[in-house]
């Protein structure tokens, strides 16, 4: 089983939009007639219903309403696209638009949000169901700052590791009376308010931290249950839980089982008071994934999928937003297989995948889910525009006409050589002799590589760079002095990216790509590189064994057509290997080997492995590196080659499934350099 992430939730103003994270139950895109592989039908999954007759999809309100008269067009745009259902938000998730906990209507109970009072989600509602369009709603239950800010005692409070209690701001325990009253009486407002809603789906229930909602109360609780004061003759003190949690003791379990079941109390008192108004409405909720083969896997959230399922719910839908945590297609189709077994018909259960994929990674997506398709779902954080539903159409239309996508042409295995100080940092203990040893070793083996360099280091050892490019190596930059920077002011990232790059071209460089140290990359930066009509950004690194991070484009952050080609490299690289996890380098190349393996096997079109001068040059490292180049040409469909020349084969792919128009501004192929303001040379 995978162990889950130490924290959950890294992207949770994502987790929940509009309705339920933007979901199109792959109706209408998925509709029976899709659901054929080949030319065969894709049997049912067990413990699933059918296949919904049409799409539905999540309307974060906020996103798309700025006022009445956007309700007509919004829902003229559903209907045009086959729309069946949707899920309306009727309460503010996060604190972006608007506080978190604003109700998104005229509420009589909790704070409206600015403009809503107006009745446009009460109309936007309305319209769905005249034009036949199935209307959902999407409640965010315990992440509420206008609660928490109203009655701080509902505030949660977790134990850090050092036994002090700190307040979470805007979360509620709901151990604390009055905070599942407060929350089930909106949900029979709004059931009771909107005639034409079909039912409510919860999301944001759940705690956000294994040590969250620690309280006299929930302690005293806890010693109940355990007879705690019996056994050690004195009370449970905070810090009793962090060793408990260290120890995963009985205490433990006993922690953990009761938050569970306080979770489960909340969906019941919610649910009842629906019932009150709408006996006939439909009540689900959506949960993390991790919990999702067994509870003590992730107790992080408190939802124990079992207990949920019999806690009266229609629909449990797991959030299947795979690369929010690096994982992989594989392992939400596992997830949903042992959610499956746990829920056992007892709901409904279905999945949400992220709507802002490329076209080649939700094909990829619904490839893995196989069968599991049917139940599929989608979530987009922002405006379901033409260009999204043009976007995510095109992927499911190809997926069900075409099956599996084809494998790359040939997989690109990429040494790749941070060329910069050792790890302290130091420029005194790097030689031109280490870039020149792997000059050489490479040059035996016949084997182009890339070396990405910082300023600097070309600076101080320019003949032994130059020798690199004589050698046929590319030079790709790595920042002026191996800053890290995202920790930069934005003015000093500029100046960090744009010094790199002149430095290298002005010692006679053909620069095309970019790694930041660290991977240290931030929006901005890498805008800044667009700037340059640079081809590639090596900013980013994932574990195949583990996850996928799939080569991909980078659009400009603040809009527009520029895009530039993000390629991953893999780790462990040399320094995790042999300094952070203390292998051998026996061990390190066999790590390699099995990385390089399943990259093949996943049908990637390229595989990085990231060394440093300073460590590969070690001669038990460098035969480490012999070695993995000599199983890379073993690999019949593996072909070693520049970082550039990967990154042409990468668009060879991906530019079978981008949408048309969508390939101009910065990184097109020999493009020449567009250099911005040129940094002044410092002295």
Not at 262 to 280: F, G, H, L, M, W
Not at 559 to 565: A, E, M, V
Not at 629 to 652: D, P
């Amino acid at each position: 089983m995978h162990a889950p992430p130490q924290s959950p939730s890294p992207r949770r103003g994502r987790i929940v939009i509009g309705g339920f994270a933007s979901v199109v139950l792959l109706g209408a895109f998925l509709a029976a007639a899709w659901l054929v592989a080949g030319g065969r039908a894709v049997p049912p999954v067990a413990g699933t219903p059918g296949p919904v007759t049409g799409p539905a999809l999540v309307v974060r309100t906020p996103q798309h309403l700025h006022g009445v008269a956007d309700v007509t067009p919004l829902v003229n745009r559903l209907a045009t696209h086959g729309v069946t259902r949707a899920w309306v938000q009727v309460k503010q998730d996060e604190s972006d638009e608007f506080l978190a906990g604003s109700a998104l209507y005229a509420s009589k109970i909790a704070p409206v949000a600015d403009g809503f009072a107006d009745g446009r989600t009460d109309r936007l509602i309305t319209a769905l169901a005249e034009r036949g369009i199935e209307p959902m709603g999407w409640m965010p239950v315990l992440h509420d700052a206008q609660a928490a800010r109203a009655h701080p005692e509902w505030r949660a409070r977790r134990v850090n590791a050092d036994g002090r209690l700190e307040v979470e701001p805007d979360w509620l325990c709901p151990f604390e009376p009055g905070v599942a009253q407060y929350e089930a009486s909106i949900a029979r407002e709004i059931a009771a308010r909107f005639p034409a809603l079909q039912g409510l789906y919860l999301d944001f229930i759940r705690y956000d931290d294994d040590y969250s909602c620690v309280s006299d109360r929930t302690l005293r609780e806890l010693e109940s249950r355990t007879g705690w004061r019996g056994r050690t003759g004195r009370a449970l003190v905070p810090v009793d839980l962090r060793r408990a949690g260290a120890e995963h003791n009985d205490l433990w379990r006993a922690w953990t089982r009761m938050r569970a079941e306080r979770i489960v109390q909340t969906v019941n008192t919610i649910r009842d008071a629906v019932e009150e108004v709408r006996p006939d409405f439909r009540i689900g909720a959506f949960v993390l994934p991790f919990s999702a083969r067994d509870y003590d896997q992730n107790t992080q959230a408190g939802q124990d999928l079992r207990r949920m399922a019999r806690a009266g719910l229609d629909e449990i839908v797991l959030m299947g937003y795979w690369d929010d945590w690096d994982r992989d297609p594989e392992w939400v189709r596992e997830g949903l297989e042992g959610a499956s077994e746990l829920v056992d018909d007892e709901a409904d259960l279905s999945v949400v995948l992220d709507g802002d994929m490329g076209v080649r990674r939700t094909r990829l997506t619904l490839q893995a889910l196989g069968p599991w398709t049917a139940r599929a779902s989608w979530f987009n954080y922002g405006e379901w525009t033409e260009h999204e539903f043009d976007r995510l159409e095109r992927a499911i239309d190809g997926h069900h006409r075409e099956g599996p996508m084809p494998r790359p042409d040939h997989v690109s295995v990429v040494v790749r050589i941070d060329t910069e100080p050792d790890y302290r940092p130091s420029y005194a203990t790097v030689h031109p002799e280490m870039i020149d040893s792997v000059v050489e070793m490479l040059g035996r083996e016949r084997a182009p590589a890339t070396f990405v360099t910082v300023g600097r280091l070309a600076e101080l050892q320019t003949d032994a760079m130059r020798r690199v490019a004589a050698a046929g190596h590319e030079v790709a930059s790595h920042s002026y002095n191996h800053e890290q920077i995202d920790s930069l002011p934005l003015d000093e990232q500029m100046r960090s990216v744009d010094r790199g790059l002149a430095t290298l071209q002005d010692l006679g460089f053909d620069v095309r790509g970019f790694g930041a140290p660290r991977n240290s990359i931030t929006d901005e930066a890498r805008d800044r590189l667009m700037q340059w009509n640079l081809e590639y950004d090596g900013s980013a690194a994932y574990d195949p064994l583990a996850g996928l991070l799939d080569v991909h484009y980078a659009p400009r952050s603040n809009g527009g057509d520029d895009r530039i080609l993000v390629i991953p490299f893999v780790v462990p690289n040399d320094w995790d290997a042999r300094y952070i996890a203390e292998m051998s380098a026996e061990e390190m190349l066999d790590a390699w080997t099995r990385r390089l393996d399943r990259v093949v096997a996943s049908g990637e079109p390229v595989f990085v492995l990231d060394v440093h001068q300073w460590s590969i040059s070690d001669p038990d490292n460098l035969d480490a590196l012999r070695g993995f180049i000599r199983y890379a040409r073993g690999c019949e469909v593996c072909r070693v080659e520049t970082l550039r020349a990967a990154a042409r084969n990468a668009r060879s792919v991906l530019d079978r499934y981008e949408l048309p128009g969508t390939t101009s501004g910065a990184g097109t192929i020999d493009t020449p350099l567009a250099i911005p303001d040129r940094p002044r040379r410092q002295p």
